[in-house]
């Protein structure tokens, strides 16, 4: 099946660097989505990505969605102690129709 | 936004007994949900496919006589673990599609003592 290798596995940054993470996969996706997930909840929406090159920020996050549509990468600026969390991509490439997820960046951010 | 609402957010139960999580969509309607469940410093690991009317549709290796599932309306579908053991102790997390993409409920924190 489809898969996304998401990288780094984890990130130790000190508050106020910007952040970059990425997200490849051997197949096209049409959609790209990054999410965030902090400790005991459920994953949050953050930036959803349509269209090949597009480029999408949301506050200090930006993604962009990869011209071969096979990979997508979110940047975060000025990083805040409150940025920490684990950020997984994701893709509608199940056979059910379901989300893949990449394993996910867990970001730490030093005050 | 879609809103997906879960229950309840952490459950401790004992060996042998059955445990029931609700999903509800609270402003849309979702003929489809799905049922994750995720260890510990692990991604989402979807377990089954919850259809409106229908029977669900579990992945492999999934027991679906473990793991029951009803999804009775548009807005409702229901996670019954059955006779759990301490190895089902994780966190089910459910998830409903709607036009503006993918919702997630906020988590069921499931411990088996």
């Known amino acids: 099946g489809q898969q996304l290798n998401q990288s780094p596995q984890s990130m130790f940054i000190q508050e106020g660097e910007d952040v970059s993470m990425n997200c490849t996969s051997s197949?096209?996706?049409?959609?790209w989505l990054w999410y965030k997930q902090d400790p005991g909840e459920g994953p949050v929406l953050l930036i959803a990505l349509y269209k090949a090159g597009e480029l999408t920020s949301n506050g200090r996050l930006t993604a962009q969605f990869g011209i071969t549509r096979k990979d997508s990468f979110l940047n975060i600026s000025a990083s805040i102690p409150s940025d920490v969390g684990i950020y997984f991509c994701?893709?509608?490439?199940?056979?059910?129709?379901?989300?893949?997820f990449g394993k996910g960046t867990k970001l730490s951010v030093k005050p | 936004g879609a809103v997906v609402s879960q229950h309840p957010s952490r459950v401790i139960c004992k060996s042998g007994t059955s445990v029931k999580i609700e999903c509800r969509s609270l402003?849309?309607?979702?003929?489809?949900m799905f049922w994750y469940r995720q260890f510990p410093k692990q991604s989402l690991m979807l377990m089954a496919t919850s259809n409106e009317g229908s029977k669900a549709t579990y992945e492999q290796g999934v027991e679906k006589d473990k793991f029951l599932i009803n999804h009775a309306s548009l807005t409702l579908s229901t996670l019954t673990v059955t006779s759990a053991h301490p190895e089902d102790s994780s966190f089910y997390i459910c998830s409903a599609s709607e036009d503006y993409g993918y919702t997630f409920g906020s988590g069921t924190r499931l411990t088996v003592v």
């Open positions: 994701a893709g509608p490439g199940g056979s059910q129709g379901n989300l893949i």
């Open positions: 402003d849309f309607q979702a003929t489809t």
């Open positions: 197949s096209i996706f049409n959609t």
